[in-house]
């Protein structure tokens, strides 16, 4: 199964070695995994489309962008993919910098061919998640953009734990119009219950 849900998936191996970018190709390959190389970090910005889904595999230095530049400069255009460094230099300076800008895993060379596979695997599901929380969110503020502001105002009421007794008191409305207000917004929303509406809302909320 994991095989035919990953088949949409990109491993994107940026190295400036063509003998590793080749070696890693054939390894990623071996287990059904799409695969697209790029020599620079340049190259890879310039080539990637976002909201594509998998991962990133790179070195820590290459000539121009170091694959630390680059996983900052993803993370600062709000790019979501997960990056796997690997690298045989590594420090503990530049371990602790890869973590704190984000980077999936930081593997040290020689690694373990299964372990990097597994891994691979892992971010690229954390990918996917990522892209399907994405379009949830689109889709909570598309149903809320579609609210008047009264069914807002009510809306936030509801969030809020309040009774309809207490939204007609401080919006001076009837009950009855609340109801009729309430009965909207879950058709506007698409929610089967007030829970929903309610998560449906606060997903709507979220910046990230």
């Known amino acids: 199964m994991q095989e035919l849900e990953e088949n949409d998936a990109i491993v994107f191996i940026v190295d ?23 020599a620079t970090a340049q190259e890879f910005l310039n080539g990637y489309r976002n909201q594509q889904t998998g991962c990133v595999v790179l070195d820590v230095r290459m000539p121009g962008l170091s694959g630390l530049d680059l996983q900052e400069e993803l993370r600062q255009q709000g790019f979501i993919l997960p990056v796997i460094i690997i690298t045989g230099h590594a420090d503990v300076p530049m371990a602790v910098r890869a973590f704190k800008s984000g980077v999936f895993d930081f593997i040290e060379k020689p690694f373990n061919d299964q372990h990097l596979i597994d891994r691979i695997h892992q971010a690229i599901e954390k990918s996917r998640s990522q892209k399907v929380n994405i379009q949830r969110r689109q889709d909570a503020r598309e149903r809320l953009q579609k609210l008047s502001s009264r069914e807002i105002q009510v809306l936030d009421c509801i969030v809020a734990g309040c009774s309809n007794k207490t939204m007609a008191r401080e919006l001076d409305i009837s009950v009855k119009t609340i109801e009729t207000h309430r009965a909207n917004l879950m058709s506007k929303m698409q929610a089967s219950s007030v829970s929903e509406l309610v998560r449906i809302a606060l997903l709507a909320e979220r910046d990230s």
Do not use: G, P
Not at 16 to 38: G, H, P, T
């Open 16 to 38: 400036d070695d063509a003998s590793v970018r080749n070696s890693l190709r054939w390894l990623i390959e071996s287990v059904q995994l799409q695969v697209q190389c790029f």
